[in-house]
């Protein structure tokens, strides 16, 4: 019976985790800025994109970046969990200037994306 509860219990904590990782990957989107000398994967959230304007994410980062000269943007890399899984994690915070030569994509995460730190 001790056996089951456990069951249970370790089952109804694995379902309460996956909404918190979801959550983490609806408030970061993750774009790929291409440059001419480097291509870097930046994250944005839900907070900078909705005080930046409205529209699709790339869009709302490309004109940002226009109208400011600079924006400040977490940059993302691949990184290790505690739990030794792969996971899209913030690196640095870095500063994107304006560039006639720039690309902005939008990027898919083949690993779960964490959240920067706030």
């Known amino acids: 019976m001790i056996a089951l509860t456990r ?8 379902c309460l985790a996956i909404p918190a990782a979801a ?4 408030a970061v989107t993750l774009l ?10 930046i994250g944005i959230t839900a907070d900078e994109r909705a005080a930046w304007g409205r529209g699709e994410a790339v869009t ?4 940002r970046l ?14 290790r969990a505690a739990d030794g899984s792969l996971q899209m994690r913030p690196r640095a915070r870095i500063a994107l ?17 964490v959240a920067p730190p706030t």
């Open 7 to 14: 069951r249970l219990a370790m089952a109804a904590a694995a």
């Open 23 to 26: 959550s983490a990957a609806d």
């Open 32 to 41: 790929q800025v291409v440059g001419p000398r480097d291509t870097v994967v």
């Open 60 to 63: 709302v980062v490309a004109e």
């Open 66 to 79: 226009h109208a400011a000269g600079t924006i400040t943007v977490w940059q993302y890399a691949v990184g």
């Open 97 to 113: 200037l304006r560039h006639e030569a720039m690309r902005i994509e939008s990027y898919s995460a083949a690993h779960p994306v």
